[in-house]
C-alpha cells in the first residue's frame, strides 16, 4: 500500500508554545489528506479536511486560529498547533488518498503533550 | 453524532477461532466501507474494505460482509492468531464528502493462546 509519514512521532512542549506537525505521501500524490484527533481508548475524530492549494475545511467545534493546516504541494501538508495546552495533548494522525481514490492511507501518528 | 456504530466494544477470541465484529450505518449516501486495525501507538492500517455493490469480499484470513438493505457490515476474522490483538475500526465515507472517513468507535480484540 502507499506510505504516508508523519513526524515527528512524539513531541513534548510547554505551554503556550507552537508544535509543527508534517504529513508527506512518500509514493504518491495526494490532492486531500485529513488530519484526525484520538484520545485514549477512542476513536478517531475527523479535526479538518486539507486540500492542496486552497484553504482547509475545518470540522464543527474545531478552532481554525488554534489548528492551522497548509497544503502547499501535492506530498506534504503540515498542521501546527498554536499556543498549545495541555487540553491539546492528544494523538494526532494525518491520512492521505491518492488521486480519485478513496483508499485512505494513514501516518503513525504524533503523540503531542502538552505540559 | 455518531455516523457509525460499531460493536461490541471489546472481544475475547481464543486463538483459532472466529472474530466478528459488527457495523451499522444511517447515511445511504455512503459508498465505501473499509476495516482499519490499529496497534497501540500506531496509525490505523487499511485491513480490507468492501463497496455496496457486492455482498461479501474476503482477503486472506479476513472477510467483510455487507447487507445493504439493512445497512450492517460486519467483518470476520477466521482463524484468529494472538498477532491480531489490536483495535478494529469500522468506517464508512462517500464521494460526496471527499472520502472523508467517518469512524466507529473501534473494538478492543484480544485473541488468548
Known amino acids: 500500500g502507499a506510505v504516508v509519514s508523519q513526524h515527528p512521532s512524539r513531541v513534548i512542549c510547554k505551554s503556550g508554545t507552537s508544535v509543527k506537525i508534517e504529513c508527506r505521501s512518500l509514493d504518491f500524490q495526494a490532492t486531500t489528506m485529513f488530519w484526525y484527533r484520538q484520545f485514549p481508548k477512542k476513536s478517531l475524530m475527523l479535526m479538518a479536511t486539507s486540500n492542496e492549494g486552497s484553504k482547509a475545511t475545518y470540522e464543527q467545534g474545531v478552532e481554525k486560529d488554534k489548528f492551522l493546516i497548509n497544503h502547499a504541494s501535492l506530498t506534504l501538508s503540515t498542521l501546527t498547533v498554536t499556543s498549545a495546552h495541555p487540553e491539546d495533548s492528544s494523538f494526532y494522525i494525518c491520512?492521505?488518498?491518492?488521486?480519485?481514490?478513496?483508499?485512505?492511507?494513514f501516518g503513525s501518528g504524533t503523540q503531542l503533550s502538552v505540559l | 453524532q455518531q455516523q457509525v456504530k460499531q460493536s461490541p466494544q471489546s472481544l475475547i477470541v481464543q486463538k483459532g477461532g472466529i472474530s466478528i465484529i459488527n457495523c451499522a450505518y444511517e447515511n445511504t449516501a455512503f459508498d465505501y466501507f473499509p476495516w482499519y486495525q490499529q496497534f497501540p501507538g500506531k496509525g490505523p492500517a487499511l485491513l480490507i474494505a468492501i463497496r455496496p455493490d457486492v455482498s461479501e469480499k474476503k482477503e486472506g484470513r479476513f472477510t467483510i460482509s455487507f447487507n445493504k438493505s439493512a445497512k450492517q457490515f460486519s467483518l470476520h476474522i477466521m482463524d484468529s492468531q494472538p498477532g491480531d490483538s489490536a483495535t478494529y475500526f469500522c468506517?464508512?465515507?462517500?464521494?460526496?464528502?471527499?472520502?472523508?472517513?467517518?469512524f466507529g468507535k473501534g473494538t478492543s480484540l484480544l485473541v488468548t493462546p
Open positions: 468506517a464508512a465515507s462517500s464521494r460526496g464528502s471527499g472520502y472523508a472517513l467517518n
Open positions: 491520512s492521505a488518498s491518492q488521486i480519485t481514490n478513496e483508499k485512505l492511507f
